[in-house]
């Protein structure tokens, strides 16, 4: 070994492979927390050790270290011995809570966990390896159940709202007066637009089956009058027209060929001026920094036949293709960004 190479690898240590290597055991922790209903335990008020075990139904050998390694990971305070939420953990993990995004990690825990178990056939085979495997069907269960349906549509809404506060803040909608959301789940896009740009009016347009939980959620925000629910199927049937079409976390579950039949379909709904907008994780160009944005792309391949996710110059050239004559990319938020074509 050179002097130099030798001077470099006394600098160098495992601890950041090692560290990703088993990061799965901290996520899993956090998972089973929201399983257990950890923070909805909490929620009334600090609990010692003892008291919380016993309500958690925790086995003594397990709940100290348990709870103490929620400490250490950030997801709960201790002081004098009593466990309390943070108040992140607080906000968004107690069951009880409109702001509750644990709809998002129990599904992670149930599902997309186990299923990720299996990513080396995937990315072997190219198949997807969830309920399809065996031929159960999880989201036609998931629209046949409405308690589960209404979870999951609300922890759609807690994942988009920093996007979708961001394209309200960014975009310039004083030049347009009605939005189209495309798969729009309880419309948690529309209610940010709605209220950040009164002059605005907006349709949510998604299954059937998302009717009644989109109403109810646009009704408790006192936004019924501006905002509306059409159902159908966004491959099949005539989509409403609209100055601004909006597609969030949408491309990424299917293959090119629906991509672009979904952003012709949109393109064909706005006037000329209008504008089509497409957000969620999108990667960068260069593929090697937004790392959420990369395995979310293999997330897709574990849940769908064809989907992935894209970069913005990938993305923009899909809008060219079906004749958008103007395109651009901006970064909203952590590991969202949008791309926007006008037509
Ligand atoms: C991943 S969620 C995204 C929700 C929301 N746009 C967001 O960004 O938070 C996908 C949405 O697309 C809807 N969807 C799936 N297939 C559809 C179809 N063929 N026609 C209309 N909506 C569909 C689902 O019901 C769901 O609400």
């Known amino acids: 070994m050179s002097a130099t190479a030798q001077t470099r690898a006394t600098h160098v240590t495992p601890e950041a492979i090692l560290q990703l290597g088993l990061a799965f055991w901290g996520s899993k922790t956090l998972l089973s927390a929201v399983e257990l209903g950890v923070f909805s335990e909490l929620s009334g008020g600090p609990l010692a050790q003892d008291e919380l075990a016993v309500r958690l139904g ?3 050998r397990s709940s100290r270290d348990f709870l103490d390694a929620l400490v250490a990971l950030g997801m709960l305070e201790r002081e004098d011995g009593r466990y309390a939420n943070t108040a992140a953990t607080e906000l968004f993990l107690d069951r009880a809570k409109p702001s509750y995004l644990g709809g998002l990690l ?4 149930a599902r997309l966990y186990p299923f990720w178990g299996r990513l080396t056939e995937a990315l072997r085979t190219g198949e997807p390896q969830n309920e399809s495997r065996t031929g159960d069907d999880f989201f036609g269960a998931l629209y046949a159940d409405p308690e589960r349906l209404r979870q999951f549509l ?4 807690g994942l988009s709202t920093g996007a979708a506060m961001g394209i309200a803040a960014t975009f310039p909608f004083d030049r347009y007066e009605t939005v189209l959301d495309l798969g729009c789940a309880e419309g948690g896009l529309l209610v940010q637009l709605a209220q950040r740009h009164t002059h605005l009016s907006g349709t949510g347009f998604d299954l059937p089956a998302v009717k009644e939980p989109f109403e109810e959620y646009v009704r ?6 501006r905002l ?3 159902a159908g199927d966004f491959f099949d049937d005539p989509l409403p027209s609209a100055d601004v079409v909006t597609l ?4 990424h579950d299917w293959g090119r060929e629906e991509k672009l039949a979904l952003l012709r379909r949109a393109y064909d709904a706005v006037p000329d001026g209008g504008a ?9 160009d260069d ?9 979310m792309s293999l997330n897709m391949l574990i849940e769908t036949p064809g989907g992935s996710d894209y970069t913005a110059a990938d993305c923009q050239g899909w809008m060219r293709e079906v004749g958008f004559s103007e395109t651009y990319a901006e970064h909203l938020v952590g590991p969202d960004s949008m791309v926007v074509g006008i037509k």
């Open 58 to 60: 925790l086995h003594p």
């Open 287 to 295: 593929r090697r920094a937004n790392a959420f944005g990369l395995l």
């Open 106 to 109: 129990e599904m992670a825990n």
């Open 220 to 225: 408790t925000m006192g936004l019924d009058d």
């Open 276 to 284: 089509v907008i497409v957000f969620e994780a999108i990667i960068d």
């Open 228 to 230: 509306q629910f059409v």
């Open 248 to 251: 969030g976390h949408i491309l």
């Open 154 to 157: 609300r922890a759609m809404t």
